[in-house]
């Protein structure tokens, strides 16, 4: 393997070149140019993230451009992680804009099979795009379950009490997958499209290999949109809780102020200012007003308690 300045490594494999540049310069992308033959838009388009992904054939090499959804950890605080593709016969270039896990990790895999030329790679960068696809979308597979794992906390905190705790939680991973859900969007129409230009420059008999490429996408699609059932049925089972809660809280509070209002009326009924209240001579007054009022309040309280079963 052989180390260029600033951010650039390349890897070689058999007679199969890749070049792994993160957050290119001007010069490293002339560099490139020379080298390969790449196109001067394509060129320019290395210089920063793209907005939207995207496929284009060129007579000499295929431009490819997808964004990953990160969760667990998000290098630099992004939401995505841009790779830009240059996939040519025998070289291939990647360009990115953030440090990713997965590719550092295939750098790996990608060198011990150079150094012990063991492993069958296949005879163009297609096979290697293909394999560095299949590793992205393992990670993915890995970001959503990790969303599996809180699933389960979720779940049992919900059944313990901690609903209103888990109004935040719900909402953050309902944020996160929404998210996800967004950027991984795009992917089907360009992996298609990918799908046939790729057939296109590498031959009919690469085409299977593109259409598992495809099969990877629709697998993790497949478990977003199952994820994204969980946080609605979670996030539903919370809302029950939560409101039978306070609708609880509400009654009890309802009930208490029914008992208290008649115990008030009679308080307030003795001690107004007037002549000839009931028992204003009497030494025991008070004592015989409090018992009335408790009595009162222990029947009213047993009517709701036993009789309505309110309480």
Known sequence: ???????????????????????????????????????????????????????????????LILHFPTITHKHDGGE???IDFIIGKKFIITAHYDHIDQLHEFSKVFEVSSILDKSN??????????????????????????INHDFNEIQSNIFNGKERDMVNSISHINRDLLNFKQILRPHKEVLESFEIAGTKFFGEEFSYYLRTIVGEFYKISSILDGHRET?????????????????DIMKTLTITAFILLPLTFIGQLFGM?????????????????????????????GYFKFFKKWM
């Open 273 to 301: 200012s007037v002549a000839h209240i009931p028992f204003a001579s009497n030494p025991n007054a008070f004592w015989i007003i409090l018992v009335t009022m408790v009595v009162v309040g222990f029947c009213l309280f």
């Open 231 to 247: 946080v609605l049925d979670l996030r539903d089972t919370n809302d029950s809780l939560l409101t039978t809660k306070t609708n």
């Open 80 to 82: 995505d992680q841009e």
């Open 121 to 146: 790679m296949g005879d163009h960068a297609g096979f290697i795009l293909f394999y560095i696809l299949k590793d992205l979308y393992k990670m993915l597979d890995g970001e959503l379950e990790h």
């Open 1 to 63: 393997m052989l180390h260029y300045p600033y951010m650039i490594s390349r890897y070689t494999y058999k007679d199969i070149v890749w070049v792994d540049v993160q957050s290119p310069t001007q010069d490293e992308v002339r560099g490139l140019m020379d080298e390969f033959g790449i196109h001067p838009l394509v060129a320019q388009e290395l210089l920063g993230p793209t907005l939207r992904p995207k496929v284009d054939l060129y007579h000499d090499f295929i431009y």
